[in-house]
């Protein structure tokens, strides 16, 4: 294998330090057939992912599935279809966990599912008893129950499949939905489908029973949906090709717009809980938030190319992937531990807000011999002060102007706040 350079990009500066990010593997240079057509990407945890490459040809018949388990330091080949014309398309690949996962792949109409144990390295087809098209997508919430969507006319009508161990039951859509293009579970009764229709809107469909029945929940005739991620069962976000970010609070039942920085379209999203995610689009974007999406930074990734895939392992372990096959991971900095708790802290009080120079606590009496930290807009630590005394005030003159968190540790609680400085 062609040992791939690494750029390393250093920034000095007296400003706080956006979430770094450095190129860690540029597949298009080592597959050129990869060059013009993105390949699927599937992260299973901070080291192990997968990926595809299609070869190049008069039939394109032949693509191959690739692993890495080192975090991108190596990726072999774990299995190849060869020069077989008969079963020359792979459409979709999904794994449940670091070894067990599926493959859909075809002879460039009628696709069959395929099962591995062995991280890929070997394959047993799933019996469906029903045919799946080579274009369709999939998603596996769990091992043996998977979901899918099949056309059911040249228009662009479909059905929404589930296999419970290759025995399936089917859904029928109604005819003026049309072209689905993405289909997610996000557990094993629940799930989502994006779709057109008829009147040229853009649809989002959600089951929870398990795909017998399906409900429209979203609809806009501007908004392309793109992809959506669920930190919890309850809270969810959605990125959508106008530039437009949605966010659900009730399990998906219903959405609101959240206000973002610009219109550019965006393609992919990520959260590590409630509060904290990413949000990835065109030209390049990375933005993140640490506030459930009230307030967004942008990363300097580096790169104009678009962005199609975030994924976090943890708060400080993310990659993203480029519509032109380049793999990057966090070089510097996440997002701080401390604000990913999941225990969800008690507010406090601050006065003035905004402030020039200097801040309060209201009810600071209680809050004896505490320690202070504060937090950019960008998740970095700026200020430290340990054992608060009572009617004590904050200095923050030397803080640029912004927005800012704080939070409050003491021997049995946190407590967290927010300020804008002027």
Same mark, same amino acid.
């Given at each position: +294998?062609?040992?791939?350079?690494?750029?390393?990009?250093?920034?000095?500066?007296t400003?706080?330090?956006? %979430?770094? #990010?450095?190129?860690?593997?540029?597949?298009?240079?080592?597959y050129?057939?990869?060059?013009?057509?993105?390949?699927?990407?599937?992260?299973?945890?901070g080291?192990n992912?997968?990926?595809?490459?299609?070869?190049?040809g008069i039939h394109m018949?032949? &693509?191959?599935?690739h692993?890495?388990?080192d975090?991108?330091?190596?990726?072999?080949?774990?299995?190849?279809?060869?020069?077989? &014309?008969?079963r020359?398309?792979?459409?979709?690949?999904?794994?449940?966990?670091?070894?067990?996962g599926?493959?859909?792949?075809?002879?460039g109409?009628w696709? #069959?599912?395929? /099962?591995?144990?062995?991280?890929?390295?070997?394959w047993?087809?799933?019996?469906?008893?029903?045919?799946l098209?080579?274009?369709?997508?999939m998603?596996y919430?769990?091992?043996d129950l998977g979901y899918?969507?099949?056309?059911?006319?040249?228009?662009?009508?479909?059905?929404?499949? /589930?296999?419970?161990?290759?025995?399936?039951?089917i859904?029928?859509?109604?005819?003026?939905?049309?072209h689905?293009?993405?289909i997610?579970?996000?557990n094993?009764?629940?799930?989502?489908?994006f779709?057109?229709?008829t009147?040229?809107?853009?649809?989002?469909?959600?089951?929870s029973? &398990?795909?017998?029945?399906?409900?429209n929940?979203?609809?806009?005739?501007?908004?392309?949906?793109?992809?959506?991620?669920f930190?919890?069962q309850?809270?969810?976000? +959605?990125?959508?090709m106008? %530039?437009?970010?949605?966010?659900?609070?009730?399990g998906?039942?219903? #959405?609101s717009?959240l206000?973002?920085?610009n219109?550019?379209?965006?393609?992919?999203v &990520?959260?590590?809980?409630?509060?904290?995610?990413?949000?990835?689009?065109?030209?390049?974007?990375? +933005?993140?938030?640490?506030?459930?999406g009230?307030?967004?930074?942008?990363?300097?990734t580096?790169?104009?190319?678009?962005?199609? /895939?975030v994924y976090?392992?943890?708060?400080?372990?993310?990659?993203?992937?480029?519509?032109?096959n380049k793999?990057?991971k966090?070089?510097?900095?996440?997002?701080?531990?401390?604000?990913?708790?999941?225990?969800?802290?008690e507010?406090?009080?601050l006065?003035?807000?905004p402030?020039?120079?200097?801040?309060?606590?209201?009810?600071?009496?209680?809050l004896?011999?505490?320690?202070?930290?504060?937090?950019?807009?960008?998740?970095?630590?700026?200020?430290?002060r340990v054992?608060w005394?009572s009617?004590?005030?904050?200095?923050i003159?030397?803080?640029a102007?912004?927005l800012?968190?704080?939070?409050?540790?003491?021997t049995?609680k946190?407590?967290?706040?927010?300020f804008?400085?002027?």
């Amino acid at each position: +294998m062609k040992k791939t350079v690494i750029l390393f990009v250093f920034v000095f500066s007296t400003t706080v330090l956006l %979430g770094q #990010w450095i190129l860690k593997v540029d597949l298009a240079a080592e597959y050129p057939p990869l060059t013009n057509r993105s390949s699927i990407i599937c992260f299973t945890s901070g080291q192990n992912a997968y990926f595809t490459t299609e070869g190049s040809g008069i039939h394109m018949a032949y &693509y191959t599935i690739h692993r890495t388990s080192d975090a991108w330091h190596s990726w072999p080949q774990v299995y190849g279809e060869g020069t077989n &014309y008969f079963r020359r398309n792979i459409s979709d690949i999904a794994f449940v966990n670091d070894t067990i996962g599926y493959r859909l792949s075809g002879d460039g109409l009628w696709a #069959w599912v395929y /099962k591995t144990v062995n991280g890929g390295l070997t394959w047993t087809s799933v019996p469906n008893n029903t045919h799946l098209h080579s274009f369709s997508r999939m998603s596996y919430p769990s091992v043996d129950l998977g979901y899918f969507f099949r056309l059911k006319s040249s228009s662009g009508q479909f059905l929404a499949i /589930k296999s419970d161990n290759g025995s399936c039951t089917i859904t029928d859509f109604p005819d003026n939905y049309i072209h689905p293009d993405y289909i997610n579970f996000i557990n094993d009764s629940t799930g989502f489908i994006f779709c057109s229709d008829t009147l040229q809107n853009y649809n989002c469909f959600k089951t929870s029973d &398990y795909g017998a029945n399906w409900d429209n929940v979203l609809s806009d005739s501007l908004s392309r949906f793109t992809e959506l991620h669920f930190p919890s069962q309850q809270v969810g976000y +959605m990125s959508a090709m106008n %530039g437009l970010v949605y966010k659900t609070n009730d399990g998906g039942e219903t #959405w609101s717009k959240l206000s973002t920085p610009n219109n550019i379209a965006k393609n992919g999203v &990520y959260f590590l809980n409630e509060n904290c995610g990413f949000v990835a689009g065109d030209s390049g974007l990375l +933005m993140r938030t640490i506030d459930g999406g009230q307030n967004w930074t942008i990363d300097s990734t580096f790169t104009k190319e678009s962005i199609k /895939k975030v994924y976090f392992a943890d708060s400080l372990t993310g990659y993203f992937a480029t519509s032109k096959n380049k793999i990057f991971k966090t070089g510097f900095v996440g997002i701080p531990e401390n604000i990913l708790t999941e225990e969800k802290p008690e507010s406090i009080i601050l006065f003035p807000n905004p402030a020039d120079n200097y801040i309060s606590l209201k009810n600071s009496q209680s809050l004896q011999r505490a320690s202070i930290k504060v937090f950019s807009n960008q998740g970095k630590e700026v200020s430290t002060r340990v054992n608060w005394v009572s009617d004590s005030k904050l200095d923050i003159s030397k803080l640029a102007s912004g927005l800012y968190f704080l939070q409050i540790s003491t021997t049995n609680k946190v407590l967290t706040g927010r300020f804008i400085k002027k």
